[in-house]
């Protein structure tokens, strides 16, 4: 079964066109009207193939023709008019265009994390997180493990940053998101604004050592994010996904029961995860990693449990 599955990150238009019978077909684009083309060459050959949409923070599972112009101000954060690049631009042509793909849930929508988890936090792992996790299930699950009882701290890193997702007994339990400040990453401008506020002078550290810096920082920073959610949920293993996935198990690898997992193109786990889902919700062989996961019984939107 043909689906396909794309990606949005730093600018970047990601596409996987996947059947487990054949190898998958990777492709990225600079530009948005490049994989318009692309996606109008490919339903020449199958015309309603299915396909999830990039879908940021995250709407319950919806058609592309059903969204509201809320929801895609939900899905991407931004103003409708952000710009022609842009991921809220993007879905609503889509709306127009491929009005059978899906946009599906974030981390935080889903009903298996605690409410307290949800509590004032909008990120806990955006929608490619979710379909990273979804081709995590599909590796495993290939290999002969038994997916309901799988518990495993999952890890993504590359330029857009890291996202972290804790998996007890095959469910998604705790998640911290790319853009959540990170041990290593500190809440810069928060700190910056309290401090003028307060009358003192903020100085900037010379370049050259926040060249140094910054890369020992990140990569502490995610060594104890890490090993505390490993400790506090009692995970065995940890996987390590995304482009820098090399450079991630260099600086970790030492420090946690990290591996990496067989993927046809690095940085395309999001993108081959979401056309594993594409086909599991229009009913393919993949459709357990849809239960699984839980996607058809989220109902939260992303700013809800959001209080002063």
């Not at 509201?68 to 022609?84: N, T």
């Not at 290999?143 to 993504?156: H, I, N, P, Q, V």
């Not at 995304?242 to 591996?259: F, K, N, Q, T, Y």
Request: glycine residues 10%; contains cysteine; charged residues 25%.
């Amino acid at each position: 079964m043909l689906s396909a599955g794309i990606d949005w990150q730093a600018g970047t238009w990601k596409i996987a066109l996947w059947d487990e019978a054949r190898a998958a077909d990777l492709h990225a684009f600079a530009r948005v009207s490049h994989l318009w083309e692309f996606l109008e060459e490919t339903r020449l050959v199958s015309a309603a193939i299915p396909i999830v949409l990039p879908s940021g923070f995250g709407i319950p599972v919806t058609r592309a023709r059903d969204l509201l112009d809320r929801d895609i101000q939900e899905i991407a954060l931004e103003s409708l008019s952000a710009g022609p690049e842009s991921l809220g631009d993007f879905l609503a042509e889509a709306r127009r265009r491929i009005p059978w793909a899906f946009c599906i849930p974030a981390v935080k929508l889903l009903p298996t994390l605690p409410l307290h988890r949800k509590r004032n936090r909008f990120d806990l792992g955006t929608a490619d997180m979710l379909c990273i996790a979804a081709w995590v299930f599909h590796s495993l699950e290939r290999t002969g493990r038994d997916c309901a009882a799988l518990a495993f701290l999952l890890m993504d890193v590359g330029s857009a940053g890291r996202a972290l997702l804790a998996v007890q007994a095959g469910r998604i339990t705790d998640g911290i998101g790319r853009t959540t400040p990170g041990l290593g990453r500190p809440a810069l401008n928060d700190a910056q604004t309290l401090l003028a506020a307060r009358g003192f002078e903020v100085r900037r550290a010379p370049e050259s050592r926040r060249h140094e810096e910054e890369p020992i920082a990140f990569w502490e920073g995610m060594a104890k994010e890490s090993h505390a959610l490993l400790a506090y949920h009692g995970l065995p293993e940890a996987f390590i996904t995304g482009e820098w996935h090399r450079e991630a198990a260099a600086a970790l690898g030492g420090r946690l029961p990290c591996a990496a997992l067989p993927v046809p193109g690095e940085g395309y786990e999001s993108a081959l995860g979401a056309a594993v889902l594409a086909a599991g919700l229009t009913g393919g062989p993949t459709a357990w990693i849809v239960d699984r996961l839980g996607l058809r019984e989220a109902r939260d939107r992303v700013l809800d449990w959001i209080a002063p």
